[in-house]
Structures are given as structure tokens and as C-alpha cells.
């Protein structure tokens, strides 16, 4: 089926980076949160693995399943029309040779409407970005904090090793990445990574010099209990704006306020 005009693909991607335009990028899990997103005119929609800390409350990003993530990823390549939508392949759905990854991103694209993988890796991962890419497959790398390496990592750290930075995010777009995202790096790097790649890089957590940015919308809505990285801005406050709302549904239930004759039916 040819795209709608309207529609965000790999090459605007890239172009919008030429113009100097700047991209707008956020998660979506299912099918109401990400067709508000898409009316929005965002330009990409993720459906990250944060799902395994955002929906699934887990401690970190390693429990969900390729599965899962399938599973979402179809409700949300159902609401949008816009955006471009990118899915992120779980741990270690692309660990496991280059073989299996296709057979695995190969399986994202065919049974969710979405566009594009993204996976965790720069130097490390370019064979496997390489041959998802002559397989047809458009994928986006992440490097710096890449969650999926927490343990390794030890814990949720800025990543300031700027050769190996600078290796990765070049190893990933000569790999044939259209995309990069740069977590939690000092902005001056990301600045310089961003100065030195043809693809664009989208930022979370490393300052505005990159083409674009990305944030968790649970984070973005106020919808984060407990701690919040000092990256996010909150530009809406829906915990609370929930608590309200139901706790005055409860007490009209109690109150017998709730329903009136007009949510009633004669
Ligand atoms: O899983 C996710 O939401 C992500 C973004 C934070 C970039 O990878």
C-alpha cells in the first residue's frame, strides 16, 4: 500500500536532518496514547522497551518479551498514520547471531504495521545492524547508556568514554543505521557525535545539540511515580489530575451524586 503523503519514512527522516529541522520523538505502548501522540505531528513514535518498566513494572528493561513487544507494537502501528514508528528489539532478541535478529526484526515488521527497529549496540553490534539492514529492515542504534546493559554498567550512569562513543554512533551509521540515539552523554560529545554523523542523532539525556529528542511519555505527562531522571520535563502533571478526577467519581459514587439523570437511561 503507498504511503500517505503525510506520512514520516527513513529518507524525510534523514532530510530533516539536512534542513536542520528538528525531529520529535516519544514512546507510545498502545493504540489511545499513540494516536494522540500521532495528531500531534511527532515525527517518530517508539515503542521502547521501557514498556518492561512503564506498563509491566519491572525493575529495569530485560523481563519483556519479543512477544510483548509485538503485542503492543500492533495496537500502536494501528492508531498511527503519521508518524514513523520504531520498535525496539527486546534483550537479546539480537544477541543471538545475524541470522536470528532478522528473524526477529523480520517479525516485528510483518506482524505490526510499524517501520523500523531500533537495538542497542554501536561497534559491537554492526554485522547485525548491517545484515537487518540489506535484509530491508530500517534500524535505528542507541548507544551511550543502553539500559540493557545495566548490569554491566552498574546502574543508570552518564557515559562519558568519548573515543568509544565516537566509534559506536560512526560504526552504527556505517553499519547502514538511518538513526542514532545518544542516551545520557554529555552534551558537548553529543554535540560533536551529532557534527560528525550524515543520520541523525535523537538525544535523551544529551543536551540540545542533537538533530532531536526523545522522552518516555509517561515521564512527559507526570505519569512517573518514585524517581525521575533529571533529563525529563514533566509538561503536564496527569498523576495527580487521575488521583483528583477519581477520588471525586468515588465519592459521588458514595454520595449516590453519581450518575444523574442525565447519564440515565428512561
Ligand atoms: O525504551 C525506551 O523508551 C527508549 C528511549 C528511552 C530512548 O529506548
Redesign the pocket.
Known amino acids: 500500500m503507498p504511503n500517505e503523503p503525510s506520512q514520516m519514512t527513513i529518507p524525510k527522516f534523514r532530510a530533516m536532518k539536512a534542513a536542520g529541522q528538528k525531529i520529535t ?1 516519544l ?1 507510545a505502548y498502545d493504540y489511545t496514547m499513540a494516536g494522540l501522540l500521532d495528531a500531534t505531528g511527532v515525527e517518530g513514535i ?1 515503542v ?5 518498566m ?1 506498563v509491566q513494572g519491572h525493575p529495569n ?1 530485560l523481563p519483556v518479551t519479543l512477544d510483548e513487544m509485538i503485542y503492543h507494537a500492533e495496537m500502536v502501528g494501528r492508531a498511527v498514520h503519521h508518524a514513523l514508528v520504531v520498535v ?1 528489539m527486546p534483550f537479546p532478541s539480537f544477541h543471538l547471531g545475524v541470522w536470528k535478529a532478522i528473524d526477529n526484526a523480520g517479525r516485528i515488521l510483518k506482524e505490526t504495521r510499524c517501520q523500523a527497529v ?1 537495538l ?1 549496540g554501536g561497534t559491537d553490534q554492526a554485522e547485525v545492524i548491517a545484515g537487518l539492514v540489506s535484509a530491508g529492515i530500517p534500524v535505528m542504534a ?1 548507544c551511550g547508556l543502553r ?1 540493557q546493559s545495566v548490569h554491566q554498567l552498574g546502574g543508570y550512569k552518564v557515559q562519558r568514554d568519548e573515543d568509544k562513543l565516537l566509534a559506536d554512533a560512526a560504526a552504527a551509521e556505517q553499519a547502514g543505521a538511518f538513526a542514532v ?1 545518544l ?1 545520557c552523554i554529555p552534551a558537548p560529545l553529543a554535540a560533536k557525535i551529532t557534527a560528525q554523523l550524515q543520520i541523525p542523532t ?1 538525544g ?1 539525556g544529551a543536551g540540545g545539540g542533537c538533530d532531536g529528542q ?3 511519555t509517561n515521564d512527559l505527562l507526570g505519569l512517573t511515580s518514585g524517581y525521575v531522571p533529571r533529563f525529563v520535563k514533566a509538561y503536564a502533571d496527569l498523576q495527580h489530575t487521575i488521583t483528583d478526577a477519581v477520588t471525586r467519581f468515588r465519592d459521588d459514587v458514595r454520595s449516590s451524586k453519581f450518575p444523574t439523570p442525565e447519564q440515565t437511561f428512561k
Open positions: 520523538m514512546t517508539l521502547g522497551d521501557s514498556m518492561s512503564v528493561t525496539d531500533k542497542e542507541h539500559p540515539v542516551e535523537i535523551i526523545i522522552l518516555v
